[in-house]
């Protein structure tokens, strides 16, 4: 069995074989109309302005970004943040919001691994229609990571299982907004659970 602490292993493929997933050629293969997406239409501007034709999932805002869960996780607490004006591309946020990005990101990173008892994530985004974008809003995804969480129901039914409802998983993240908002450290809000 793979263990990260076992360094023997990390030269070695994680995969010993692969498997055919044929039923993701119809959506790779799919036309995204990424070029054609409209700021009007924008599914994450609809998020960030409380759309009630759009589901959102949103754990708190800071005056330039908000925090928000996946409405199609790959993981538990998969969360995304993005700039609440119209951006499109990393290199359209100013240097001011970088900053500000990057600190709510270590933020988020923090609690996902504390929330989620991991020790590790994904963290990156998708720009652009041929790195895989799928919508023309700029938004980092954060994807805690966890042993065992590939199984035979996501192999052979193709149907991945969550252990915790997007609900419950929001209501745990809200716990932590005023460490995000910089209102309170993370010790105090952690202390502040029991």
């Excluded at 359209?92 to 929330?115: G, Q, R």
């Amino acid at each position: 069995m793979y263990h990260p602490s076992d360094e023997s292993l990390w030269d070695k493929p994680l995969f010993n074989d692969a498997l055919l997933a044929d039923h993701k050629h119809d959506y790779v293969k799919k036309d995204k109309k990424y070029d054609m997406q409209r700021k009007d239409s924008c599914i994450i501007c609809g998020i960030i302005n409380k759309d009630e034709a759009i589901e959102g999932f949103e754990v708190c805002r800071t005056d330039r970004f908000i925090l928000y869960l996946n409405l199609y996780p790959y993981t538990n607490a998969h969360l995304l943040i993005s700039p609440i004006e119209h951006i499109i591309a990393y290199e359209d946020l100013s240097d001011e919001d970088l900053l500000s990005l990057s600190i709510l990101t270590k933020k988020a990173i923090k609690v996902l691994k504390h929330n989620g008892h991991t020790d590790s994530l994904n963290i990156g985004w998708n720009q652009g229609a041929i790195a895989g974008g799928s919508i023309k809003h700029f938004h980092i995804h954060l994807v805690p990571r966890y042993f065992n969480e590939m199984n035979f129901m996501e192999i052979i039914a193709r149907t991945r299982p969550f252990i915790r409802s997007l609900e419950d998983t929001l209501s745990d993240l809200q716990r932590y907004t005023l460490y995000f908002l910089g209102k309170k450290s993370f010790d105090d809000v952690i202390s502040s659970f029991s």
